[in-house]
């Protein structure tokens, strides 16, 4: 079984398919893996051919079936490292919120994974934000009409001759000469007493 295992990841490396070829490979490799997990005994390398052909099936965009052996094998052998691989391919499918949940899980379960999962829970973030953004734009609508006789304040110092400079320069020099008459009532000389 495991010399299978490492054929077939030699057999992966060594020959790299052509576009065309890659469906035929993928499905010889799916039929193998399909053997190889009827044969299986331990869960923990039931687990493994699971994750193995969940992969072929996401190279070939089966991806109910792919999402299938993902949860079979977290089933079988409930590893943090699954569901940080299973949230890469929520990703990929675009099922955002269940990729967050698992990244989450995976970073809860194994802390050494925290940065990679980090990654894929802002990306997820990111992606649910943009659909929300795209379906709810940012619009200022005005349903009711406009008074063009309607005078702002900034109309009126307009017409006065104000200008904002001069206002906001007066009120900076009016805060000045208020400060400065506090200073000298609370520092008068006292009379003597005598």
């Not at 299938?68 to 490292?81: F, I, R, T, V």
């Not at 990679?116 to 990111?126: F, L, P, S, T």
């Amino acid at each position: 079984m495991l010399l299978r295992l490492l054929l077939l990841s030699l057999y992966l490396c060594l020959l790299q398919p052509s576009i065309g070829q890659a469906a035929n490979n993928a499905q010889n490799i799916i039929k193998m893996l399909n053997q190889d997990i009827k044969r299986t005994k331990t869960p923990q390398e039931k687990s493994d051919l699971l994750i193995y052909r969940a992969r072929q099936y996401s190279k070939i965009k089966e991806w109910e079936k792919a999402l299938e052996d993902y949860n079979d094998a977290l089933e079988l052998n409930h590893k943090g490292w699954i569901h940080l691989e299973r949230s890469h391919f929520l990703m990929k499918v675009g099922k955002y919120e269940l990729a967050y949940e698992d990244a989450e899980a995976a970073k809860e379960e194994v802390p050494t994974l925290t940065l990679e999962a980090d990654k894929i829970m802002d990306a997820a973030v990111a992606e649910v934000r943009k659909i929300y953004e795209a379906e709810n734009p940012t619009t200022i609508v005005m349903d009711t009409r406009t008074d063009p006789y309607r005078k702002t304040r900034f109309d009126l110092m307009r017409e006065q001759g104000v200008f904002l400079a001069k206002a906001r320069n007066s009120r900076t020099s009016a805060h000045k000469t208020a400060q400065q008459k506090q200073t000298k009532t609370a520092y008068r000389p006292t009379a003597k007493r005598g």
